[in-house]
């Protein structure tokens, strides 16, 4: 039997997140990047490589980056996702945006397209413990005025993407064709396993947070289709490494 988690939203926590007990520290600006390819992508372009260890990742500070910004990564699955998110936004952390990759449930995109997730339908089981679900859909958001000036840098740098629903999963190996034929008939386009987690808990914390995906497979079909080591995926996560780089230099500059 579940414990009522809506009846006690309201409660504190015992175990404090990681940083709530000393000044910030990171400046308010974070870069979350879910992949270690990307993070080393990222690692390779900073003035100085050096990294801090952050439970199971890295934390890059806002000195190490030289740009005013702190970067951590890579992380896994919504409950150690939101592990990192919480412990952020402790360190002074308040606007967050995501780099990661999702898989499509739907023929309309393709492997190395660029998704900015507006909406993501809650299937995984952290998301009850920071907010009321809907019973018939559950979803979470991001801020959508963070995702609308993301976009617009994108677009600034002529930097294609789409709009997108997403499914957010904690059962990479249970995608069955049912099981995405009954999310893609909710509205879904995409799958991943962190956002609708981390939308719910910058919600509750009251925190901005923002996302970019890119496609690197396919479960449209009964037949996995992936694209790991397809060019076109490659290019498309290094651009929007760099353009996420320097969204995050320019909120930064902004403050």
Avoid at 3 to 29: E, F, H, K, M, Q
Avoid at 185 to 209: D, P, T, W
């Amino acid at each position: 039997m579940n414990y009522p988690t809506w009846s006690d939203l309201n409660n504190d926590a015992i175990v404090p997140p990681l940083g709530a007990r000393r000044a910030p520290d990171i400046g308010s600006v974070a870069v979350m990047v879910s992949c270690e390819p990307d993070i080393n992508f990222i690692k390779s372009t900073a003035v100085s490589p050096e990294v801090s260890p952050f439970f199971m990742s890295t934390l890059m500070t806002p000195d190490v980056c030289d740009k005013g910004f702190c970067v951590a990564g890579p992380f896994i699955g919504a409950p150690y996702a939101v592990m990192l998110l919480e412990s952020l936004i402790a360190k002074g952390a308040d606007k967050i945006i995501v780099i990661g990759w999702c898989g499509v449930v739907t023929d309309q995109f393709e492997v190395g397209d660029i998704l900015l997730p507006y909406k993501a339908i809650v299937d995984e089981g952290t998301s009850c413990n920071y907010k009321v679900l809907d019973r018939k859909i559950p979803s979470s958001t991001p801020d959508l005025n963070l995702m609308d000036h993301l976009a617009d840098h994108l677009t600034e740098r002529e930097i294609g993407f789409q709009k997108a629903t997403i499914w957010t999963t904690d059962a990479i190996y249970r995608e069955t064709e049912n099981k995405v034929a009954y999310f893609r008939k909710l509205g879904a386009q995409a799958v991943e396993m962190e956002c609708s987690a981390l939308f719910s808990v910058a919600a509750y914390r009251k925190v901005n947070i923002a996302g970019v995906l890119v496609v690197s497979d396919s479960v449209a079909s009964k037949d996995w289709d992936h694209g790991f080591r397809k060019k076109r995926f490659k290019l498309a996560r290094q651009n929007v490494c760099e353009s996420v780089m320097a969204f995050a230099e320019k909120l930064c500059e902004n403050e």
